[in-house]
Nanobody
Framework: VQLQASGGGLVQAGGSLRLSCAASGRTFSMYRMGWFRQAPGKEREFVGQ????????GYADSVKGRFTISKDNAKNTVYLQMNSLKPEDTAVYYC???????????WGQGTQVTVSS
């Protein structure tokens, strides 16, 4: 499975961005897709996830109510809609894929999101 993340950029606080993660390869057997982020000097943290079949989502408390994950199965693409962005959301965002429910085995290259105050 190959993952290509895109859509990052610079935005002012309160603004919005939508990240995309295009998956290729053995996506038919995917269990879930996730988004993670890593800010400078901090460990990578979980942002949210979506089940490949059914679309059930889950989010970290820090983004709940502001971020929404969706998917387009026909395009094998997962989206992260980020609203009401805050400076503390600044990070490199990664998408990841879990093929069987055990752990996220596949990772995209990351896309930078910078939120200015």
């Amino acid at each position: 499975v190959q993952l290509q993340a895109s859509g990052g950029g610079l935005v002012q606080a309160g603004g919005s961005l939508r990240l995309s993660c295009a998956a290729s390869g053995r996506t038919f057997s995917m269990y879930r897709m996730g988004w993670f982020r890593q800010a400078p000097g901090k460990e990578r943290e979980f942002v949210g996830q979506i089940m490949w079949n059914g679309g059930r989502t889950g989010y970290a408390d820090s983004v709940k109510g502001r971020f929404t994950i969706s998917k387009d199965n026909a395009k094998n693409t997962v989206y992260l809609q980020m609203n009401s962005l805050k400076p503390e959301d600044t990070a490199v965002y990664y998408c990841a894929a879990d093929p069987d429910g055990a752990k996220f085995d596949y990772w995209g290259q990351g896309t930078q999101v910078t939120v200015s105050s």
